[in-house]
């Protein structure tokens, strides 16, 4: 037992250089708008530089869903799939967006006298 558990940390610590070839064929299976892949391919990358994707996927998730919503995530993503749709909605709020946050932090930056030139 001891053993198993060992092996899954290391796996949770690796982090892989490249995206995996199952991720790869993910990214560009999207068929969505270009937004909405932007922000896949970008929370894929940052999840896997930050070491959170290990490259197995081995959890099972079982839900009820309004069919709807996975519709219109489908038209969206392009995504035919259940499994990659969900993995790729988790990615994205994974990774989350901070740049509410980061604009906020930036208010009186600028000089009271600068100017768009518009």
Excluded: C, Y
Aim: proline share 5%; net charge positive.
């Amino acid at each position: 037992m001891a053993t198993i558990q060992k092996t899954r940390a290391q796996k949770t610590r690796a982090t892989p250089k490249s995206p995996t070839p199952r991720r790869k064929r993910l990214a560009s299976s999207l068929g969505g708008d270009a937004l909405t892949n932007t922000r896949f391919k970008f929370a894929v990358v940052e999840l896997e530089h930050s070491g959170t994707l290990t490259g197995a996927r081995s959890q099972k998730l079982s839900t009820r869903v309004d069919p709807g919503l996975i519709e219109a995530a489908r038209r969206r993503t392009g995504l035919r799939s259940d499994s990659d749709l969900i993995n790729a909605a988790l990615a994205v709020i994974a990774a989350g967006d901070d740049f509410g946050a980061w604009l906020v932090t930036q208010a009186g930056r600028l000089p009271p006298d600068f100017e768009l030139a518009l």
